[in-house]
């Protein structure tokens, strides 16, 4: 057990947490929550971690990326602590605390510094992409006052640093999860099992459609094209379809093809899904439909907008290609387009984007426990 430290509770309010002290652990969050099982008693277990704060029990654990951030335990909290906020707040603090570089952690604790990063990103990516067609009237004025050189390698740099912290997270995150030894995990069989449950979960988010369906939930009668785990689907293969269509396009692309070539038609595919979950999980933040709802941070903000402007210019792009239409404001759509998609996949291992391998990662862990559990 690591060592006790009250002043914890502070620290992860700077990560969006409410004032969790008002907890006066009734159980109720876990009761209501559809996740929570006896092996998985969240929220109420990592307020009471957060409240003495033992980081390690809190980094350690695979039950804190169980939780999809419904907010069905802030609805009915009656002390009105935020345990669906809180858990958030949680899950920003370990992506902080697995990213090396310390980059997450002034991106998620400071508004400011997080919009400063962004628009640095952006104007170095913005410089970087240049170098990618040097005779562009634009470039050679650039490379007058930055030599060519200086800025390529500058960008690969900041790439391959984005790899490694990448790289270092996932180890940190093993290694941490690895430390949990309440059950003995030495079956050499079931990681089979496990991995077939993650690509489930993945394909389907069954584990996600068990959230609001209480008889009071406001998402009850509501079709599942509206529900925020088909909001949350569509974003994530909307974004893994356009990462396959990018790879296929670059590596198969012929020159003579224009819009039937098969990555066109996976790319056309997933921007509809990529541009309607950002849209509606735009609309319900602004509408503010749950409480779930009621309060973005500005990291989560961007990092929609992102990818609702990564998928709009990519179709008004398909447009431009389909009709031969070669004029300045498509170059500067295109432009905007490229330093958006690159920006986001940047910050993968810098922003909330993190819980797209950590998640998958921690349900590996938890559900290898849990088989060993049931034998």
């Not at 692309?253 to 899904?273: F, N, Q, V």
């Not at 810098?350 to 088989?371: E, G, M, V």
Request: hydrophobic fraction near 45%; charge should be positive.
């Amino acid at each position: 057990m690591s060592r006790i430290d009250p002043g914890f509770a502070s620290e992860i309010k700077k990560y969006g947490a409410k004032d969790f002290s008002a907890c006066f652990n009734c159980g109720n969050c876990t009761a209501v929550c559809g996740l929570t099982d006896k092996n998985a008693n969240f929220p109420r277990m990592f307020i009471r971690q957060g409240m003495l704060g033992q980081q390690e029990e809190i980094l350690q654990s695979r039950e804190l990326w169980l939780c999809y951030a419904c907010g069905d335990c802030s609805e009915t909290c009656p002390r009105q602590a935020g345990p669906g906020d809180y858990m958030a707040a949680m899950r920003r603090y370990a992506i902080a605390s697995y990213e090396p570089t310390g980059l997450t952690r002034l991106m998620f604790k400071s508004n400011p510094g997080f919009i400063v990063l962004t628009l640095l990103f952006a104007l170095l990516l913005g410089f970087f992409l240049f170098t990618l067609k040097p005779d562009h009237e634009v470039s050679r004025w650039l490379f007058t006052i930055l030599p060519y050189a200086v800025i390529h390698k500058m960008g690969l740099v900041i790439f391959s640093i984005t790899g490694l912290s990448v790289a270092w997270g996932v180890v940190a995150m093993v290694l941490k999860l690895s430390k949990t030894n309440d059950i003995k995990e030495k079956s050499n069989g079931n990681w089979v099992s496990s991995l077939l449950k993650i690509g489930n979960e993945i394909a389907t988010m069954d584990r996600y459609k068990t959230c609001d369906k209480e008889e009071d939930s406001f998402w009850k009668n509501k079709t599942a094209a509206v529900q925020p785990w088909f909001v949350h689907w569509s974003i994530m293969w909307g974004f893994i379809g356009l990462l396959v269509a990018t790879v296929l396009d670059f590596i198969l692309k012929d020159p003579e093809t224009k819009i039937w070539w098969p990555s066109r038609i996976i790319g056309t595919i997933a921007g509809l899904l990529l541009v309607y979950g950002t849209s509606l999980a735009i609309n319900y933040r602004l509408k503010k439909v749950t409480k779930a709802y009621s309060e973005t941070r500005l990291a989560d903000w961007t990092f929609l907008w992102f990818l609702w402007v990564a998928g709009i210019t990519g179709f008004w792009l398909e447009i431009s290609v389909a009709l031969n239409a070669n004029y300045l404001f498509n170059h500067i759509v295109l432009l905007i387009h490229t330093i958006v998609s690159m920006e986001l996949v940047l910050l993968f291992a810098f922003s909330k984007f993190a819980h797209a391998f950590y998640r998958p990662l921690a349900l590996f862990f938890y559900f290898r426990k849990d088989q060993q559990a049931k034998k």
